[in-house]
């Protein structure tokens, strides 16, 4: 199958809806904006492109996604319209999802779940209100993605403009040399013959088992005939923080005594990461761009899709600040580095001397949001398992077939994973609070990602009040693009 027909096959959905004011061709806007200056003060024009960077000494032509000064991704202001011309440089289809924002469905970015791929040199406008303040990002909702076809998407709010905060903006991601489809055949191609994909070490056994369900870490010894947990189904060549490794890290200059607020966005395709701040003790105060209560830690897990906003404050003497990214299960790192004026940097090794943790449910059981969900009684109930195994490289949702919903309704689904792997599960259009964590009830986090160790369940609950044909499924890129992907459906919706 040739590269473009797979990526217009991927994910794709029955398109239902027709043109909304949400999204219109370019030249509707034109007409549009003749009459409307206030409009043209707004517009902000992104374009795919493709861009080079440099990746261990070699050249890698990889996408981008830019403004006309050639800065990636967008800062907007809270309670704004997003106002945003995309156009397309690349020689082939592609289509971008808005991952944190609420845009309505026509606005999505999944193929043809309704909106067509947007074509070469082809201009499309979007106009939805922005919403609230976070941390989010875009990528494309195609194999593309693995080809760092994603970049921030910052939104401000009043009282992040009045803190007396440095902001550090972190994009983490895996990178390969080889195709995405060369990576997928790859990981195909070892189950039709038997053979574990790569490296898919490594924790064993029911005691295990037992230990991460209880939200207290991974170790544990195999028992005989217990299957293992995969961590990871690819090594990749690199790892990357701002398009960078640490064999040449971004250095941000900081202030003595000053504090920054970190917006670390877990961009990867396929690789789970641990923030380590190192002898600086961080403040987690958001996650997927929601509010929690302060958190204290110098650790903090990130899955595929997630994002964390951190605030440190620093010390009144001149030194320099690591903030590495841990990659799970193995002793791959990657990071910047945050200096003052005078200090010296040190080259720090891409791999350090012990794997990086293991994601379990710690934190997430601890997390309490500032804005919890309104106590309601759910209207609909739902139950969904995670299958799969590396074996046969195949990956469901069972139980997905009747997520239909009606607008106004509370809906809560409880979600097992029944797999040996981690399942990063990520709802669009909406966001979700967190209200249990293998049986017991929470008033957790509201989010729009949350990670499902194996063996466990987490329960969510969200408002149904952003009518269409809605993903949600595993933010692994290879797991979605082999079958772990649903929709929740609105009642109405074709």
């Keep these: 199958m040739k590269r473009r027909d797979f990526l217009n096959g991927l994910m794709v959905g029955a398109a239902a809806l027709g043109t909304s004011a949400a999204l219109r061709p370019i030249s509707t806007f034109a007409q549009d904006a003749k009459s409307s200056s206030a409009q043209d003060a707004t517009l902000h024009n992104l374009s795919v492109s493709y861009r080079t960077i440099d990746v261990k000494g070699r050249s890698a032509r990889v996408f981008g996604l830019v403004q006309p000064d050639g800065r990636p991704g967008l800062t907007l202001d809270a309670g704004t319209d997003f106002d945003v011309a995309l156009s397309s440089a690349i020689d082939e289809p592609t289509l971008i999802h808005w991952h944190g924002l609420t845009p309505p469905w026509a606005a999505d970015g999944v193929p043809d779940n309704p909106a067509a791929l947007l074509k070469p040199s082809e201009t499309r406008h979007y106009i939805f209100p922005v919403g ?23 939104v401000r709010t009043a009282d992040d403009l009045k803190r007396d905060e440095q902001e550090v903006v972190v994009l983490l991601h895996d990178f390969s040399f080889l195709s995405a489809e060369e ?20 924790m064993q056994g029911m005691a295990g088992m037992q230990h991460m369900m209880s939200g207290n870490g991974m170790s544990g010894m195999a028992m005989p005939g217990m299957a293992a947990m995969d961590l990871n189904d690819i090594d990749y060549d690199a790892y990357l923080a701002n398009d960078r ?30 923030i380590d701040t190192g002898g600086l003790s961080g403040e987690l105060v958001a996650v997927d761009g929601q509010g929690v209560q302060s958190v204290a830690e110098t650790s903090f897990p990130v899955s595929m899709g997630q994002r964390l906003d951190i605030r440190l ?154 009518p269409g044909r809605w993903p949600l499924h595993c933010h692994h890129l290879y797991h979605m693009a082999t079958g772990m992907m649903a929709y929740v459906t609105y009642d109405g919706i074709g």
């Design 313 to 466: 404050s620093l010390p009144e003497e001149e030194g320099t600040f690591p903030v590495l990214a841990l990659r799970e299960g193995a002793v791959d790192r990657t990071g910047v580095i945050l200096a003052t004026a005078g200090a010296t940097v040190r080259k720090i090794a891409v791999q350090g001397d012990a794997k990086g943790p293991v994601l379990g449910m710690d934190l997430e059981q601890r997390l309490r949001p500032v804005s919890p969900l309104a106590t309601r009684a759910a209207d609909r109930r739902f139950k969904l398992s995670l299958t799969g195994d590396m074996a046969a490289y195949n990956w469901a949702i069972d139980g997905a077939d009747g997520l239909v919903v009606k607008r106004g309704e509370r809906i809560e689904i409880a979600i097992t994973n029944a797999s040996m792997m981690a399942h990063p599960m990520h709802l669009h259009g909406h966001h979700f609070q967190v209200i249990g964590i293998n049986g017991t009830p929470i008033a957790g986090a509201v989010r729009d990602t949350v990670l499902l160790p194996p063996m466990a369940t987490v329960a969510l609950a969200f408002e149904a009040d952003n």
């Design 132 to 154: 609230a303040g976070g941390t989010h990002w875009m990528h494309a909702h195609t194999l593309q993605e693995q080809n760092l076809l994603a970049a921030p998407l910052i």
């Design 245 to 274: 490794t640490l064999d040449d890290p971004e250095v941000v200059r900081v202030e003595k005594g000053g504090r920054v607020r970190l917006r670390i966005i877990n961009g990867a395709t396929a690789t789970a990461f641990t």
């Design 183 to 202: 990576l997928l055949a790859k990981l195909k191609g070892n189950a039709a013959h038997g053979a574990m994909p790569m490296d898919h070490g490594s």
